[in-house]
């Protein structure tokens, strides 16, 4: 079952950071949070994981807090094909269970 | 990155038959899984996939409705079983490699069952 809490929706104004939240209270030491996202119908893409350190690439970036009950995914300038479904997902690459995902909308 | 492609791409199919579906991956993969998405939905794991032996199912799904079969590495099916319209769906193959750890997905399946 999905270990995360995402808000549903969110907007975002085209040019500008899209930070995306992420609870996982109760994420096990050896579990990564991953980030995919899903634009229409297509299949998830992988965008980022990490498991303590902040990571960070050509797509976007990953914050987790100290404690690792949290983190938040950045785009750092968000455009209109970045409007998708974004899925936080907290695995210790044996299973993967999707939540409800965040649909983000970017606006012009 | 290695191409996962399935097939079909999308099928329509009558009420109580059976469709197949494939997933061939080009290099050889740690884990292989099976996901649903019904319309408006988020993805829901219906197995792993194991190479050589009997796959290990999510709670709610049954090896009767959706066999699986995984003959090596690179290659599996999974079988949707006297099909209902309620089994309209997209049916996603993902694989991890051990190296990354991330999980990437074919295209999908997108099945419609009247």
């Known amino acids: 079952d999905a270990k995360t809490t995402q808000p549903p929706s969110m907007d975002c104004a085209e040019g500008r950071a899209a930070n995306l939240p992420c609870n996982h209270s109760?994420?096990?030491?050896?579990?990564?949070v991953y980030w995919y996202r899903q634009i229409h119908s297509q299949g998830p893409q992988y965008i980022i994981h990490g498991l303590k350190n902040n990571e960070t690439n050509e797509m976007a970036s990953l914050i987790i807090t100290e404690d690792r009950k949290s983190s938040t995914l950045i785009l750092p300038h968000a455009t209109l094909r970045d409007t998708a479904v974004y899925y936080c997902?907290?695995?210790?690459?044996?299973?993967?269970?999707f939540g409800s995902g965040t649909k983000l909308n970017v606006k012009p | 990155s290695a191409v996962i492609s399935q097939k079909p791409s999308r099928d329509i199919c009558q009420r109580g038959t059976s469709l197949t579906i494939q997933c061939q991956v080009d290099?050889?993969?740690?884990?292989m899984f099976w996901y649903r998405q019904q319309p408006g939905q988020s993805l829901t794991l219906i197995a792993t996939a194991n190479q050589g032996s009997e796959a290990t199912y999510e709670s709610g799904f049954v090896i009767d409705k959706f066999p699986i079969s995984r003959p090596n590495l690179t290659f599996s099916t999974l079988t949707v079983s006297n099909m209902s319209p309620e089994d309209s769906s997209i049916y996603l193959c993902?694989?991890?490699?051990?190296?990354?750890?991330?999980?990437?997905f074919g295209n999908g399946t997108r099945l419609t069952v009247t």
């Open positions: 993902s694989v991890t490699w051990q190296a990354s750890g991330a999980l990437h």
């Open positions: 290099s050889q993969v740690t884990m």
């Open positions: 997902i907290v695995s210790d690459f044996n299973k993967f269970y």
């Open positions: 109760t994420i096990s030491g050896n579990e990564y």
